[in-house]
């Protein structure tokens, strides 16, 4: 009587791809959700507070309920490294979504997807890891189209979408360095952490993180409009629950670096969006931003593959 080996289930090769595709286009309604609930009146530290604490509310029954051995054996390293990674999502939030309020749609998810160069610099510098030639020039020409659509939607002051530009950009540049320590502790973690208990760890302690801020810094957490609420939720449900999740998912299958440069396709998804919904013009020169991104992501792709 032969025995046979018993069948391994694994990811098939393509499907981390297919999914942070899906991922992309779902993150790409945050800015346009964040920018109706500004409209509506609520403060974008709080926003960024619900967000969070929507997302970790619905998770927490639903984690326990699945992983409860394994959060109860979390160590105190995965403890703190969980509750780091929240603080950089949570200042992550806090100033990207700060910067929609005073520049551009276009800008704004262009500056903040520039993350790719940081996160390749942590990784050569910290963590020894070799970067391939395809990969780098993928980071070249994703960071080249992210500079081109930030010098055109410069010159476009009229229907440009921001108040004060300059200050919305600097916020976007701080949201793109803090979301890298996100990345890169979640990749630690990841190898070690289902993904369940990973994002109820960290959307747990970026809520709290949040809210704490919200409370000091005096901003409202109630009394908005029914469509205010609207927003807030779908933001929870899709970008965060669905989008950020699928993103942490990926963090186990491919490189951090990968997943920052896929990340890049949010700004042609949220741009598109705004041109529809709040007529926010486009230019040649961001269109062809736009191009090299795509580009980049391609490249990126290619050498992912062949490493």
């Known amino acids: ?67 409860s051995k394994e959060i109860s054996a979390l160590t105190r390293r995965d403890w703190l490294l969980g509750g780091a990674a929240g603080i950089f999502l949570a200042l992550h939030f806090a100033a990207w979504i700060s910067s929609l309020g005073f520049t551009s749609v276009a800008s704004s998810t262009a500056l903040v997807t520039t993350n790719p160069i940081w996160i390749a610099l942590v990784s050569f510098l910290f963590f020894r890891e070799q970067l391939g030639r395809w990969l780098v020039f993928g980071i070249a020409a994703a960071i080249l189209g ?47 952490m289902s993904l369940l208990p990973y994002i109820w760890l960290v959307y747990s302690s970026a809520a709290l993180a949040l809210l704490l801020t919200a409370v000091l810094s005096g901003a409202a957490l109630h009394g908005f409009s029914s469509l205010a609420w609207v927003c807030l939720i779908a933001l929870a449900l899709g970008p965060q629950l669905l989008g950020h999740s699928a993103i942490n998912w990926a963090l186990k299958h491919v490189s951090a670096t990968f997943i920052a440069i896929t990340i890049l396709g ?42």
């Open 1 to 67: 009587m032969s025995v046979t080996s018993p069948i391994v289930i694994t990811p098939k090769a393509w499907l981390p791809y297919v999914v942070l595709g899906a991922a992309v286009l779902i993150v790409s309604s945050a800015a346009i959700l964040i920018r109706v609930a500004q409209a509506e009146g609520v403060n974008s530290i709080t926003i960024a507070a619900w967000r969070l604490t929507i997302a970790a509310a619905l998770l927490w029954p639903l984690a326990w309920a699945k992983s």
């Open 146 to 192: 992210s500079a081109l659509i930030f010098l055109s939607d410069a010159r476009l002051v009229e229907g440009s979408g921001g108040s004060n530009p300059m200050l919305g950009n600097a916020l976007a540049v701080v949201g793109s360095l803090t979301v890298c320590g996100y990345l890169l502790i979640g990749r630690r973690l990841r190898k070690t």
């Open 266 to 307: 949010e700004p042609i998804g949220s741009a598109l969006l705004a041109w529809l919904i709040f007529g926010e013009r486009f230019a040649p020169l961001q269109l062809t931003g736009f191009a090299m991104l795509l580009a980049g992501i391609y490249l990126a792709a290619r050498g992912e593959g062949r490493s």
